[in-house]
């Protein structure tokens, strides 16, 4: 990749931050929540790494949200994620023997999600939007603990994911109590390597409080 390149993927990605502080910062937001709970992440290799055999792994997710009043039940939602994820993986390396492991990573996300209340007091919710996630770290360990491969070198530090969700608030007073199911898909390839391709999809499971302004 040349220089010009890099420096239009940089400005991507800045341009996107921006847009988001600036967004936030402009337009009042009408409830501010925090979030916590567990991701379940799995990779989906292509037939060119057919060797591998990916399966869930579990991993921690937390952050904040913010949402802006739209029209009545319609809002829209940011939030600001850690997360852990990856897949647990056994490579086949000669007929009836392979090598288990696990890959893991950390990113932070920030998914952006149009969100339809099916009442204004108690109820459930559905949300569809979005996802931009920065990945900060990525490795393959082996169960021994002592083998530990950084594959950041070898990943993408940015990729475009879409997330849908379905919800349940439960308020009192000026607070709620939030219970969401979220399913994310990673769309494009998050390695560098042509020659292979993976993508990721997760299952997290969120309890949050949210405060009403």
Known sequence: MDHYAILRNMYRK??????????????????????????????????????????????VRF??????????????????????GGAKASIAFAPNQSLSGFYRNTSLALPIF???????????????????????????????????????DSTKKFILAVTAMLGYELPFGEWSLTVEIR??????????????????ESFALLLGGAYHL
Request: net charge positive; aromatic share 14%; no cysteine.
């Open 114 to 152: 149009l969100k339809y209340q099916f009442k204004t007091k108690a109820t459930p919710y559905i949300a569809l939007g979005p996802e931009f996630v920065f990945l900060l770290s990525h490795h393959f360990l082996l169960p021994d603990g002592e083998n530990d491969y950084n594959l950041s």
């Open 183 to 200: 399913y994310s898909r990673w769309l494009n390839n998050f390695l560098i390597d042509p020659e292979t391709e993976a993508r990721s």
């Open 63 to 84: 952050g904040l949200g913010w949402a802006f009043n739209l029209v009545p039940k319609i809002k829209l939602e940011l939030n600001a994620l850690y997360s852990q």
């Open 14 to 59: 800045l341009s996107v931050v921006l847009f988001l502080f600036i967004f936030a910062r402009t337009i009042q937001a009408g409830e501010v929540k925090a979030l916590v709970g567990m991701n379940s992440s799995k990779y989906l290799f292509t037939a060119a790494a057919s060797s591998l055999n990916s399966q869930q792994k579990t991993g």
